[in-house]
């Protein structure tokens, strides 16, 4: 008796989700991993990076770089400019000079008249006329530290090469009007205002800056210089509400 074969018929194999989705997938979804040796860092341009993510991702990717910047440097980055109008005697007959720091105002978002030129020229009055957001008092000595200490920050030994370090490096070795002890000892009281006022200005200009290291090693000082002059500006300052 002749056996009949029985034919069967398997089930159409599952489609697996992510594999569909890998399938749909555009180059421009895709980033690029690079391997690196162990103890190597390897950093690809963050310009490069952004041109190979969606718009929507672009975005995500943008608001994390800024809120996860450092506070010390998104505090200098909320000062608009800063004053040294006052001083006053100290103990032992010190001289302390009194620096106001401004912060900048919140941005409205609210539409202004485009036909109407007094709006613009009231906003800028509004700004200039707007007292200091607090004020601190320093000596002229204090000022000099801060310049020595920044000065070993950006000299350390190996040395970074990087453009933010080599400015300060630059500013301090080279530029005449700085805090120094030449320059309290020739130099008038209302000179010495203008000097200091003038170099706490440009510090604070330059810490607000960012630059690509050269190398693999990353620049510690771009996160210790506005660190330390964070701590300069806001240690045992007076706010607003001590002005009234």
């Known amino acids: 008796m002749a056996g009949t074969t029985t034919a069967t018929t398997s089930p159409p194999p599952k489609t697996c989700r992510v594999a569909h989705q890998l399938r749909t997938l555009t180059p421009q979804d895709c980033a690029i991993f690079v391997t690196a040796k162990p103890g190597e860092r390897i950093e690809q341009p963050i310009a490069s990076?952004?041109?190979?993510?969606?718009?929507?991702?672009?975005?995500q990717l943008e608001t994390y770089r800024r809120w996860n910047s450092s506070p010390s440097l998104g505090f200098l980055r909320s000062i608009e400019h800063l004053e040294i109008n006052d001083l006053r005697a100290g103990e032992d007959n010190e001289l302390q000079f009194i620096l106001a720091v401004f912060l900048s105002p919140p941005v409205s978002r609210l539409p202004t008249s485009p036909c109407d030129p007094k709006d613009d020229t009231l906003h800028t009055r509004h700004i200039s006329n707007s007292r200091p957001a607090f004020i601190v008092e320093r000596s002229f000595g204090d000022f000099e530290e801060l310049r020595k200490d920044v000065l070993k920050t950006v000299c350390r030994i190996p040395q970074c090469t990087c453009p933010y370090c080599m400015?300060?490096?630059i500013y301090i070795r080279f530029k005449f009007s700085q805090p120094r002890g030449i320059a309290k000892l020739t130099s008038s009281?209302?000179?010495r205002k203008q000097l200091l006022e003038l170099f706490i200005q440009d510090f604070v200009m330059m810490g607000q800056r960012r630059a690509r290291t050269p190398g693999i090693r990353k620049c510690r000082a771009q996160s210790r210089v506005p660190a330390m002059v964070k701590a300069f500006l806001l240690n045992?300052?007076?706010?607003n509400d001590w002005l009234e």
């Not at 045992?236 to 706010?239: I, M, S």
């Open 189 to 191: 009281t209302e000179k």
């Open 236 to 239: 045992n300052a007076k706010t």
């Open 167 to 169: 400015d300060f490096v």
């Open 49 to 59: 990076r952004l041109q190979q993510l969606h718009p929507g991702l672009q975005l």
